[in-house]
């Protein structure tokens, strides 16, 4: 059992906002679990989340009871509430052991929306309470790691996160795509990737509903889920590149999370196609349009510090690992979100498309050098 899950997740419950971890200031505003026929949502500021109807929907597997009792949406799923809430520990390393993962990083449900709130403070609160919570839920805990959130709507308060999820424990910082209706390479979050890097932290981007612009151009979940939750991530490694983050921060570890690697030849394409044409091209006429970046984007991929998660079905995973090395691709099993696929680890093993070599570096050696674990 050698496998490194790089990207697991938690179902929020009641206790992830607990006293014990939210600010004082904003108990009177603690998100609550209501149900409505049968099916369970969190209330934030009179709203309702998830959304899977209407303008900006989007589709969580959290929360998973209505006062105890099982909603709709969790009837017959394999892993138990205890190991999805990870209320119960014991029950998630159960089925880690069943799944032969030996260690799991673990992502946020609730936040992959974005806004939960327009209340600026209170979403740093939320992420603050988040952290506390799982950062007491997985003290010690040698086969159970975890990512934090952050506001970047606040980015003051997101350095504070930052540095206190760095002291709880926290091997990560997830981010969506975008910072809002905001690009990742804003000049106002340079204080937050000074505060990642020198936490020694990765900086996980992950799939979401992390733009509004994109969001609330659909209303139907199916082409939600296709291209409002995946996009944003091609939008970060094009904004992290192209915008100079990652020569600002040579070294910060980044990971791009759920979205697949077969996008990674396409945008890595795209980008040494305009580096190379409009670089030269814009130099002659309007120097400022010239690109931020200073090396071609696969300079960046060598050096390391760029990794991408694979999902087990990419057809076109040998041809990635050709491209970027196979150095640089890890694997989340999604556990325990209703659409993974179970054994992920054992059908990676299975592929007869890849080397034994590369099989070991995806899912051991790599992660445990993306998380410095």
């Known amino acids: 059992m050698d496998c490194v899950d790089a990207d697991g997740h938690v179902e929020e419950c009641l206790e992830t906002f607990d006293d014990k971890y939210l600010d004082p200031k904003f108990r009177g505003q603690r998100p609550r679990v209501v149900g409505v026929d ?19 929907c ?27 809430e990870l209320t119960n520990i014991g029950e998630r390393l159960a089925i880690m ?28 609160a939320l992420c603050d309470s988040y952290n506390r919570w799982l950062g007491d839920r997985l003290s010690g805990n040698d086969r159970i790691k975890w990512a934090a959130v952050v506001n970047l709507d606040d980015v003051d308060g997101a350095v504070r996160s930052v540095n206190e999820a ?8 997830m981010v969506l795509g975008t910072a809002g209706d905001s690009l990742l390479d804003d000049d106002a979050l340079v204080p937050f990737y000074e505060a990642v890097e020198g936490n020694n932290l990765a900086l996980g981007v992950h799939v979401g509903w992390s733009c ?22 091609l939008m970060a490694c094009t904004s992290l590149i192209a ?10 570890r980044v990971v791009f999370l759920e979205a697949g690697c ?3 030849p396409f945008m890595l394409d795209r980008l040494k196609h305009r580096y190379e044409n409009q670089g030269e091209l814009l130099l002659k006429f309007i120097p400022e349009c010239v690109p931020k970046q200073a090396l071609p984007a696969m300079d960046y991929v060598e050096k390391g510090n760029l990794f991408f998660s694979a999902e087990i079905e990419d057809s076109l995973l040998p041809q990635v690992m050709d491209l970027v090395g196979q150095e640089q691709i890890v694997m989340g099993t999604d556990m325990p979100h209703g659409d993974r696929e179970r054994f992920a680890a ?19 050696s790599n992660p445990r050098r993306l998380y410095a674990l």
Do not use: C
């Open 38 to 56: 049968g099916m369970a949502y969190w209330m934030i500021d009179e709203q309702l989340f998830p959304r899977r109807v209407g303008r900006g």
């Open 58 to 84: 989007n589709n969580l597997g959290t929360p998973l009871t209505i006062n105890g009792e099982l909603a709709k949406h969790s009837v017959g799923k394999v892993d138990s509430v205890g190991s999805q």
């Open 262 to 264: 077969m996008w990674v």
């Open 346 to 364: 054992r059908l990676l093993r299975e592929r007869t498309d890849i080397s034994d070599a590369a099989k070991d570096a995806i899912l051991d």
């Open 97 to 124: 052991d069943e799944e032969e993962i030996a260690v799991q990083v673990v992502y946020t449900t609730l936040f992959l929306a974005y806004p939960l709130t327009d209340n600026v403070p209170l979403a740093t």
């Open 243 to 252: 915008g100079g983050i990652l020569d600002r921060f040579p070294a910060m």
């Open 166 to 173: 760095a002291e709880l424990g926290a091997v990560s910082v």
């Open 212 to 233: 509004p612009s994109v969001n609330n151009l659909y209303s139907h979940i199916y082409p939600s889920g296709v291209i409002a939750f995946h996009m944003p991530v």
